[in-house]
């Protein structure tokens, strides 16, 4: 009988749970009221937006509850966009247990390294061994993308680094050459190949093309990331600008409840064998 | 890396563990001993496909995870709970059912 209910309700679980594909709790803690009812009808796009002007925050697309404001000047970080039955695309806005939905309309998308990628296709090949050979000195800088002047990360030496991390070149019309780093130590970045520890390049040094915006928000709403383009994880919000020091933390107490529990169970183990 | 990944990390550990352990009730296991073990066995493997997870949010790699993680549950199931007849089937349905009752409450919340 116990067999018989446990076999049901185990078949019942699955055929409930095969659209997400998934097992185990991965925890989400979108405070957000509007996202996990609607997250199927959502896009992530995970970039940066600039508010032009005063923006206000809404509790979600179809509650127009004003929530917060964002001052002229903000940066907002949105991680996935809704468009509703107007037309209108929303971008939710997530910070600290706090969460919101934005007009897309009424910002302004930052450029960054996707719409560099767009618009400088046909002068970006695939790796080929630019940076064969190299291993980090001292510092190797990661720029948020040719000529932006902008150093969005760096690795240390102690940081190993192979070929394997670079995925494309960008060569400028000067001939200066830019590998990609699509995702390392999770983060991403564009190195300067003829001096990839320089720290003080110039937009104007590296003859990058100037760069502009090239997409409306509406349009970067609509435009999901490319496996090459994507710079940072959904769960990890923070494209480049990174803190190494709290992964490493999170590894050192993941490496530590794992290695307490294995002890333990190998206990389980050695009283099983017997 | 996100400021709270210590929060997500813990919160979704303590809502495995529960999950888990009433699953593993409601199939019938009886024990201090073997509910320990369901217990160590998740605090094993949680955290790191949590961390993974966070790390590659991507639907591939989540699979991988999860089906690893299914598979080393069920591994380590078959070697120490002598008393589990089917441990692979209870890892598998004791994660799916960790996953879908956590879905629902994270809509409920």
């Not at chain 1, 070149?169 to 300067?192: C, F």
């Not at chain 1, 709403?221 to 994507?230: D, S």
């Not at chain 2, 999950?19 to 073997?34: D, M, P, Q």
């Amino acid at each position: 009988m116990k067999k018989t209910i446990l076999s049901l309700f185990l078949l019942l679980v699955l055929l409930a749970a095969a659209p997400f594909a998934h097992a185990d709790v991965i925890w989400e803690p979108y405070t957000d009221k509007f996202y996990p009812s609607h997250a199927d009808q959502c896009t992530y796009i995970n970039r940066y937006f600039d508010a032009p002007a005063e923006v206000t925050g809404y509790e979600s697309p179809e509650n127009t509850t004003a929530k917060r404001t964002f001052s002229a000047g903000s940066t907002l970080f949105i991680s996935h966009s809704y468009t509703d039955g107007a037309g209108t695309v929303w971008g939710v806005w997530e910070e600290g247990g706090e969460s919101c939905w934005v007009k897309l309309e009424d910002l302004k998308n930052v450029y960054d390294s996707r719409d560099f990628m767009d618009e400088h296709r046909a002068q970006i090949a695939p790796y080929n061994g630019e940076m064969a050979g190299y291993a980090i000195e001292n510092v190797l800088y990661l720029w948020s993308y040719p000529g932006s002047g902008v150093i969005d990360a760096k690795l240390s030496s102690g940081e190993a680094i192979t070929e394997d991390a670079f995925s494309s070149v960008y060569t400028a019309p000067d001939g200066a050459r830019w590998a990609y780093i699509p995702y390392l130590y999770a983060m991403s970045g564009w190195v300067y190949v003829d001096d990839p520890e320089n720290a003080s390049l110039e937009p104007a040094a590296t003859a990058a093309p100037s760069p502009s915006p090239s997409l409306s928000p509406s349009q970067a709403a609509t435009n999901a990331p490319t496996p090459e383009a994507t710079a940072a994880p959904v769960s990890a919000p923070v494209p480049a600008k990174k803190d190494l020091t709290m992964l490493y933390w999170a590894v050192g107490a993941v490496v530590l409840v794992m290695a307490a529990s294995a002890v333990l169970i190998a206990r389980f183990y050695r009283k099983a064998k017997k | 890396m996100r400021s709270d990944i210590f929060i997500i990390l813990g919160v979704s550990l303590l809502l495995t563990l529960l999950l888990e352990l009433a699953f593993s009730l409601l199939a019938g296991l009886r024990g201090a001993k073997v509910l320990c073990l369901v217990a160590l066995v998740n605090a094993l493997t949680n955290p790191p496909v949590v961390l993974l997870y966070t790390l590659f949010p991507t639907l591939a790699a989540k699979i991988l995870l999860e089906v690893g993680a299914v598979l080393i549950e069920g591994l380590i199931y078959q070697k120490c709970a002598l008393a589990l007849k089917r441990p692979y089937l209870f890892s598998l349905g004791a994660n799916a059912f960790s996953y879908f009752v956590g879905a629902m409450l994270g809509r409920l919340v």
